[in-house]
């Protein structure tokens, strides 16, 4: 069995076909997937999917390119819609600095507010990060030191520098279909290094679909091919990969449960 760790099921481009998508998803061996959400307007639909489908988990955050016009959502906030049985999660959230759709005091506010809040509820957080990566690393060195909190940096691109500042700081590193890509290599490096009790596979669907699937929508079904490359890049068989990943999904959002088949 796979886990999908980080997919937009209520996104343009996955949405329209959403039982056709979850159905390839099965199909492939992926037996969970979580959700994500990035602006509040998303939150009731995403935990509905999560609601009906007994194999998708849902997580409330605001996306940092989002985080100025949700001035609004703070800790309280994030903690109430995180007592929902199926929110396993807070985020994603972070720092973007390559776009900069937000002022970016506005998103450092926005994302010590979410780690707060998984403080709080003691549910992982998500982060995001795009050239963003020293003020990332600070705020998450200066809040666990504030008080621990779990967690997983999702769609894994930054540099091994920081992914040892993560690991030192005990978080989860997740690796997307960008593993894939030929102009990838400093990413296949640092992925090959990760630690197996820390490696977390996803597809950011529909984004970033992996070879061979470039120029496609992407869907949870290719996380598949994600952790085939993957299993190949770290010397290990597929198999084992899926179980590790499975394995520690489940440590991280201890929250969800393992589903029967």
């Known amino acids: 069995m796979l886990v999908d760790s980080h997919c937009h099921l209520n996104y343009e481009g996955l949405v329209e076909d959403q039982t056709g998508v979850l159905t390839r998803a099965r199909a ?27 194999d998708v988990w849902a997580s409330v955050g605001i996306h940092p390119h989002e985080a100025d016009a949700h001035a609004h959502v703070d800790t309280a906030k994030l903690v109430a819609m995180a007592s929902h049985p199926r929110v396993i999660a ?9 776009y900069d759709h937000s002022d970016r005091t506005r998103q450092q506010i926005s994302f010590r507010a979410h780690i707060a809040a998984a403080r709080e509820t003691g549910l992982p957080l998500i982060v995001h990060t795009r050239d963003a990566e020293d003020d990332t ?17 999702h769609c894994f691109t930054a540099s091994g520098a920081f992914a040892d500042i993560a690991l030192e700081l005990g978080l989860f590193i997740s690796i997307s279909g960008i593993v894939t ?5 400093a990413l296949q490096e640092t992925a090959a290094r990760i630690p197996a009790g820390r490696l977390l596979v996803e597809t950011d669907s529909p984004f970033l679909a992996p070879v061979p699937h470039r120029g496609r929508p992407c869907e949870p079904a290719f996380v598949a091919d994600t952790a085939r490359f993957l299993a190949n890049l770290r010397g290990e068989s597929f198999e084992s990969l899926a179980e590790t990943t499975t394995r520690n999904f489940f440590a991280l959002f201890g929250k969800s449960a393992p589903v029967a088949s």
């Open 28 to 54: 492939a061996g992926v037996g969970t997937m979580l959700n994500i959400s990035t602006r509040e307007r998303e939150w009731a639909q995403i935990i509905g999917t999560a609601e009906r489908e007994h």
């Open 90 to 98: 807070i985020g994603e959230t972070g720092l973007d600095y390559y």
């Open 137 to 153: 690393a600070a705020i998450l060195r200066e809040e666990m030191e504030e008080g621990a909190y779990t967690g997983v940096i």
């Open 181 to 185: 890509f030929k102009n990838a290599k």
